[in-house]
């Protein structure tokens, strides 16, 4: 079964660098997805990403985040500048459609240490 | 906004044994959709199972059935015949119909099958 596959796997930073994380959706699906989640605390939306353009994001989302799709297989989430509260899985998800009977596919995640 | 509770972070249950997650959530929508996903410890989410909230019936998927209460908001999940590979982390999520698959999580339960 095809899967959404992330790396690294976990990347350590330092307070203020910029950060990628780099994501391969499945192939045919054309709904993108940054989720995170803090440790002990729950999951949340990022940002979705349709046609080359960003058509939800949350607060959390602000300026030091980005997100590009810069060829026809990967997605990524830039950090800018990362700060200590940074540090959370992140997981990239994908879907055929959006409604609710096109489930997100997730990966593995990518643990971001800022220090 | 809505919000999505899961009252019990931990629970345990005997190998072949019947047990019952809970969540309930907060929306003034009327049309959305709930779903329950998987973490094991490889860290991907995956989907178990998913309800819309226009259906009355609830929604079953093998050994994994919910308790669909729309009036109370309520979504429990039931693992029948209990497996060792369902040691995992719950997640249940809440979605707005329109919501481009913006998923709100709920704290999760860790649930740990016993041999």
């Known amino acids: 079964e095809p899967e959404v596959t992330q790396t690294p796997s976990h990347q350590v930073t330092q307070m203020g660098q910029e950060v990628i994380l780099r994501c391969v959706p499945i192939?045919?699906?054309?709904?993108f997805y940054w989720y995170r989640q803090i440790l002990g605390q729950k999951v949340e939306f990022l940002v979705s990403f349709y046609n080359n353009e960003i058509s939800e994001k949350s607060e959390i989302f602000d300026d030091q985040f980005s997100v590009e799709r810069p060829d026809g297989s990967n997605f990524t989430l830039k950090i800018r500048s990362t700060k200590l509260e940074d540090s959370a899985m992140y997981f990239c998800a994908s879907s055929e459609g959006v409604a609710g009977n096109s489930p997100l596919h997730f990966g593995n995640g990518t643990r971001l240490t800022v220090t | 906004a809505q919000t999505v509770t899961q009252s019990q972070p931990e629970m345990s249950v005997q190998e072949a044994e019947t047990v019952t997650l809970s969540c309930t959530y907060d929306t003034s929508e009327s049309n959305y959709y709930l779903f329950w996903y998987k973490q094991p410890p490889s860290r991907q989410m995956i989907l178990v199972i998913r309800q819309e909230a226009y259906k009355q019936q609830n929604a079953t998927e093998n050994r994994f059935s919910v308790n669909f209460q729309k009036a109370a908001k309520s979504f429990s999940l039931k693992i029948s015949d209990s497996q060792l590979g369902d040691t995992a982390m719950y997640f249940c999520a809440f979605m707005k119909s329109n919501a481009g698959n913006m998923l709100t999580f709920g704290g999760g339960t860790r649930l740990m099958v016993k041999p």
């Open positions: 192939s045919n699906h054309l709904y």
